[in-house]
């Protein structure tokens, strides 16, 4: 079955370290998204893809980093110099004019 | 521009009654609009979109939205609900023709389904 797997489900950060958050699809999505949630927020749209090799930032860009070097692949770094990082992330894909379809999710926390 | 609003943060329903679940919208274009359904610690999954065409949608699991564009509404429904449908529900819209296919997401509604 095609889907979006992301990895790990659990990820915790010591201070001032990078983390990356693996997001992988097999649906031949061109387009690629990087939510994060917290409560009571909604989704606010970190970095979004729409071919190989171009992204643009969204809404809460700062201190996050993403990389497009395969359609199937969109990695997310939390970086040192977000300083909030605790969340659940969520990526999502698309094709075209259809819904986006979301992974499991990942939540990161704070050692 | 659009903006979604998402009227009732927390929605308290007994099991077998009926729920609304009310989603404005405002934007200058035209929209396409959607009902996403998120279990605890899991993703979110599509319940049903309006693209075009008749202005009742059919979702899974029973739910079904009515789209009303004099209103700007897209509110959600459901006959009789389930203890399983406990959950959060988020609206959204994106602009047709838009160039970047971004979702404008509302906050969110928790129903809370109890026996």
């Known amino acids: 079955d095609g889907g979006i797997t992301q990895s790990p489900k659990y990820l915790f950060r010591k201070e001032g370290q990078n983390v990356t958050l693996s997001c992988e699809q097999n649906l031949n999505h061109d387009a690629m998204y990087w939510y994060r949630q917290d409560p009571g927020q909604g989704l606010r749209l970190i970095y979004y893809s729409q071919i190989v090799n171009d992204f643009q930032k969204g809404d809460i860009a700062e201190g996050y980093s993403v990389s497009r070097e395969k359609k199937e692949s969109f990695p997310l770094t939390v970086t040192s110099a977000q300083k909030n990082p605790t969340a659940f992330y969520l990526c999502?894909?698309?094709?075209?004019?259809?819904?986006?379809?979301f992974g499991d999710g990942t939540r990161l926390s704070i050692l | 521009a659009q903006s979604v609003t998402q009227l009732d943060s927390q929605v308290p329903v007994f099991e077998e009654a009926p729920v609304e679940l009310r989603c404005n919208y405002s934007s200058s274009v035209s929209v396409y609009l959607f009902w996403y359904v998120q279990y605890p610690n899991q993703g979110l999954q599509l319940l049903l979109k309006?693209?075009?065409?008749s202005t009742l949608v059919k979702g899974i699991n029973g739910f079904e939205a009515e789209f009303n564009k004099s209103q700007t509404s897209f509110h959600l429904r459901k006959p009789s609900v389930h203890i399983s449908d406990t959950a959060e529900y988020f609206c959204?819209?994106?602009?047709?023709?838009?160039?970047?296919?971004?979702?404008?997401w509302g906050l969110g509604t928790s129903l809370a389904v109890n026996p």
């Open positions: 309006y693209l075009s065409g």
């Open positions: 959204a819209v994106s602009a047709i023709g838009g160039n970047n296919r971004k979702l404008i």
């Open positions: 999502a894909s698309t094709l075209g004019g259809q819904p986006q379809h």
